[in-house]
């Protein structure tokens, strides 16, 4: 199974800070990545797919980059209701796998 | 507007079985690929498995850890999707979503249920 690694497993910002997660995959997955956004006791939200596509509706303030291993999802300039837990997911290999979570609050 | 309405999420004992559903409502179904992820207490999002469309012959995946265990159905004419959990583990106990898999993607999942709670317990 490929292992997906996300960096770092939390932090602490502030509105109007940009902030930067970082996603690793065990071997290449292309650009197969997505990025979800979880409120708590909400479901997850797609924001990203195809490692730097945004889903309709989703804030330009939100935007990702990499393929192969490496993948980042950065947030330009935080805003209240963005602190949330993200997650990063491969679909280019069976089982399809998510990352840990970043969980981001407010400092 | 869209909706994936989730129930039959329950309390159950170890050994148990118990049947998930999900209709799905103001979205295109039929042609669709279905996923199912589930969420411990306080833990990440784990990739259950996923059912295909009809031209995909409605062939299933399954993560390791469920595999003979649950099993994923659809019917289409309902716009539903199902998972059947067999031999229930105590390490079961999460809140299940069903998924709904973007046109042209594998497993990028654009449409979510509001998750059904199993808990398994004795």
């Known amino acids: 199974d490929i292992q997906m690694t996300q960096s770092p497993s939390s932090v602490s910002a502030s509105v109007g800070d940009r902030v930067t997660i970082t996603c690793r995959a065990s071997?290449?997955?292309?650009?197969?990545l997505a990025w979800y956004q979880q409120k708590p006791g909400k479901a997850p939200k797609l924001l990203i797919y195809a490692a730097s596509t945004m889903q309709g509706g989703v804030p330009s303030r939100f935007s990702g980059s990499g393929s192969g291993t490496d993948f980042t999802l950065t947030i330009s300039s935080l805003q209240p209701e963005d602190f949330a837990t993200y997650y990063c997911?491969?679909?280019?290999?069976?089982?399809?796998?998510f990352g840990q979570g970043t969980k981001l609050d407010i400092k | 507007e869209a909706q994936l309405v989730q129930s039959g999420g329950d309390l159950v004992q170890p050994g148990g079985s118990l049947r998930l559903s999900c209709v799905v409502s103001?979205?295109?179904?039929?042609?669709?690929?279905m996923d199912w992820v589930r969420q411990a207490p306080g833990k990440g999002l784990e990739w259950l498995g996923h059912i295909r469309n009809k031209d995909h012959s409605y062939s299933t995946d399954y993560a390791a850890c469920v595999k003979g265990r649950f099993t994923i159905s659809r019917d289409d004419s309902k716009n539903s999707v199902f998972l059947e959990m067999n031999s229930l583990k105590i390490e079961d106990t999460a809140v299940y979503y069903c998924a709904r898999v973007k046109g042209g993607r594998q497993g990028d999942l654009d449409y979510w249920g509001q998750g059904t709670l199993v808990t398994v317990s004795s």
């Open positions: 071997q290449g997955i292309n650009s197969w």
């Open positions: 103001g979205l295109t179904f039929s042609g669709y690929y």
């Open positions: 997911q491969q679909s280019n290999s069976l089982p399809y796998t």
